[in-house]
């Protein structure tokens, strides 16, 4: 029917059905569906993230990329990198609890920078992720948000690559290296 929304499952059920190409990551973003190509300097800044976060933890670690996780406003993100509570339980459909999320990242690609700046930070905010990493190779840097409330992060951290990130402040006990976080 014109005019009818649809929810966030049938949207990817309809996305299932589709040829999407091998390599390619969909997100659903404010109820619009994006799909970018994943570039090697992304996978490989996603990589020494996972990395990071199983030296640190372990490798039962509770971490996941590009999974599917559902926030409010009609938002099917599959994040980069996010780490789970190590009790954190899946709901009664099968999927990861945004409320279980620990700290989340995002690795900024020229097809998604708008929205991994603007409305996934404004969701992560509003879901009350305590922690979000941009690393955006095209500037070299790394964007540390937490304390949010209300909506919105009331903290933010910009680093360039090279430089360690303390991330005890976001309740995490790592500090994460970037000085081997390509550049593009």
Same mark, same amino acid.
């Given at each position: 029917?014109?005019?009818?929304?649809?929810?966030?499952?049938?949207?990817? $059920? @309809?996305?299932?059905? +589709?040829?999407?190409?091998?390599?390619?990551?969909?997100?659903?973003?404010?109820?619009?569906?994006? +799909?970018?190509?994943? @570039?090697?300097?992304?996978?490989?800044?996603?990589? @020494?993230?996972?990395?990071?976060?199983?030296?640190?933890?372990?490798?039962?670690?509770?971490?996941?990329?590009?999974?599917?996780?559902?926030?409010?406003?009609?938002?099917?993100?599959?994040?980069?990198?996010?780490?789970?509570?190590?009790?954190?339980?899946?709901?009664?459909?099968?999927?990861w609890r945004y409320?279980?999320?620990?700290?989340?990242?995002?690795?900024?690609?020229?097809?998604?920078?708008?929205?991994?700046?603007?409305?996934?930070?404004?969701?992560?905010?509003?879901?009350?992720?305590?922690?979000?990493?941009?690393?955006?190779?095209?500037?070299?840097?790394?964007?540390?948000?937490?304390?949010?409330?209300?909506? $919105?992060?009331?903290?933010?951290?910009?680093?360039?690559?090279?430089?360690?990130?303390d991330l005890t402040?976001?309740?995490?006990?790592?500090?994460?290296?970037?000085? $081997?976080?390509? @550049?593009?």
């Amino acid at each position: 029917m014109a005019g009818e929304e649809l929810s966030l499952d049938e949207l990817f $059920e @309809r996305l299932e059905r +589709m040829p999407v190409p091998e390599g390619y990551k969909v997100e659903i973003v404010e109820g619009n569906i994006f +799909m970018a190509p994943q @570039r090697d300097i992304h996978w490989n800044i996603i990589r @020494r993230l996972v990395r990071a976060l199983e030296d640190r933890f372990g490798m039962d670690v509770n971490v996941l990329s590009d999974v599917r996780i559902d926030f409010a406003d009609n938002n099917g993100f599959a994040p980069d990198v996010a780490k789970l509570a190590d009790d954190a339980k899946k709901d009664s459909r099968g999927r990861w609890r945004y409320q279980d999320i620990e700290w989340v990242a995002e690795v900024i690609s020229k097809g998604t920078a708008f929205s991994d700046y603007g409305a996934k930070k404004g969701a992560y905010a509003k879901a009350a992720v305590p922690a979000y990493l941009i690393a955006d190779p095209y500037t070299g840097q790394c964007h540390l948000y937490t304390e949010p409330k209300d909506g $919105e992060y009331h903290s933010h951290l910009t680093v360039d690559f090279g430089t360690d990130i303390d991330l005890t402040t976001a309740g995490l006990e790592l500090t994460l290296k970037t000085d $081997e976080f390509p @550049r593009d």
